[in-house]
């Protein structure tokens, strides 16, 4: 079975512009999480995507969306980077909604950004 | 707030045991877990534990839970230096159903 693949896995921006980032869970699993990871913030929660509903969501701006197709393929967009967006994003995938001891998320290799 | 402290780095040799040291804020916490991270790579879950439970034992790790003070401890024996990565602890938030994660515990395996 594959696991969560992200892509790309490398980013380099500019200040300014706009990204999208792509995760691909594993097969059968509908919830979908996004993690922001920094040196100086640590791990993040972003948001987290279940059957193309946004369940939960962290404290980030608005320039920080997201969305779930009905494969349970998800997308995050990150509008007017800012330096401070450089980060390894990973995202999260579980069968069902939330976190669990039954309902393990089993994580992406992240995408690398950085703004430029 | 919600809030996981961890000391940054820990050095240990070869065979040796290790303790890496966690503490937290939510008192509502069901489950608590721990999470390893080699380098270029995502999170992988090493091992959780209930909130109800003192103790957890899986293979050569031990989680202990002390509820009374809010503090966790993942203590890895025989060392080895396949296990050099940052460990994660993390809370799930009794308010809100997320992951609270740590800053994370940098371990490095000396030969």
């Known amino acids: 079975k594959a696991g969560v693949t992200q892509t790309p896995r490398y980013l380099i921006k500019t200040r300014g512009q706009q990204v999208t980032l792509s995760c691909s869970p594993i097969?059968?699993?509908?919830?979908v999480s996004w993690y922001q990871q920094t040196p100086g913030q640590g791990l993040q929660f972003l948001f987290e995507y279940f059957s193309e509903t946004q369940r939960n969501k962290g404290n980030f701006p608005g320039r920080f969306s997201g969305r779930q197709f009905s494969n349970s393929r998800s997308e995050m967009n990150v509008s007017t980077l800012e330096l401070g967006d450089s980060a390894l994003y990973l995202c999260?995938?579980?069968?069902?909604?939330?976190?669990?001891?039954?309902?393990?998320?089993?994580f992406g290799p992240g995408t690398r950004l950085t703004v430029l | 707030g919600e809030d996981v402290e961890q000391s940054l780095f820990l050095s240990v040799r070869e065979g040796d045991s290790s303790v890496i040291n966690c503490t937290y804020t939510d008192s509502s916490s069901t489950y608590l877990y721990w999470y390893k991270q080699e380098p270029g790579a995502g999170l992988q879950l090493l091992t959780y534990i209930f909130s109800n439970m003192d103790m957890k034992q899986d293979q050569r790790l031990t989680v202990l839970l002390n509820k009374k003070d809010k503090h966790l401890s993942l203590r890895i024996a025989d060392t080895q230096t396949g296990d050099s990565a940052i460990y994660f602890c993390?809370?799930?938030?009794?308010?809100?159903?997320?992951?609270?994660f740590g800053q994370g515990t940098t371990l490095q395996v000396k030969p």
């Open positions: 999260a995938s579980s069968i069902l909604a939330g976190v669990t001891s039954n309902n393990e998320q089993f």
């Open positions: 993390a809370e799930v938030s009794g308010n809100t159903g997320k992951l609270i």
């Open positions: 097969s059968g699993h509908r919830s």
